[in-house]
C-alpha cells in the first residue's frame, strides 16, 4: 500500500501524541507539527475519507487498523535510522531529521538489511 509522505507524517504523528497523551485531537497535531488547524482538518477528513483514522462526535482521533499499520512501520523506521545515525556519529538534531526523510523512501528491504547490519 503506497501513501503519500504527508499521509504517513500525519499517521505516525497521530501514534506518538496517542502514545504520549492517550488521545489525540485535531488541534494536538497542529500543535505538534506547527501546521495551520484548517491543513490539519483537510488531511483528517482525507485520512478518514480513505479509512485510516476515525474522527468521534467529540473530534477525537483514533488510528484503524490500516492506519496503524503505516503509523507503526514509519515509528520504528524513524525510531530506528535516527538511533543508527546517532551511533554513526551524526548530531541529534541532524539525525533526527535526516531519518525523518529516509523513512519515507527507503524500502523495506534496505531497511531490513541496514537493520540486520547493525545489530
Request: with cysteine; glycine share 4%.
Amino acid at each position: 500500500m503506497k501513501i503519500h509522505e504527508s499521509a504517513e507524517n500525519y499517521l505516525e504523528t497521530i501514534l506518538m501524541i496517542k502514545n504520549k497523551k492517550g488521545s489525540v485531537r485535531s488541534i494536538d497535531i497542529a500543535n505538534e507539527l506547527d501546521y495551520s488547524k484548517p491543513s490539519v482538518s483537510v488531511a483528517m477528513k482525507n485520512l478518514r475519507e480513505n479509512g485510516f483514522i476515525d474522527v468521534d462526535a467529540n473530534g477525537y482521533i483514533t488510528l484503524l487498523d490500516k492506519g496503524q499499520e503505516i503509523a507503526e512501520k514509519m515509528y520504528e523506521r524513524h525510531t530506528f535510522l535516527s538511533n543508527w545515525l546517532v551511533s554513526l556519529g551524526v548530531d541529534e538534531k541532524t539525525a533526527v531529521e535526516d531519518a525523518c526523510r529516509i523513512e519515507h523512501i527507503i524500502s523495506e528491504e534496505t531497511f531490513e538489511a541496514i537493520k540486520k547490519s547493525a545489530e
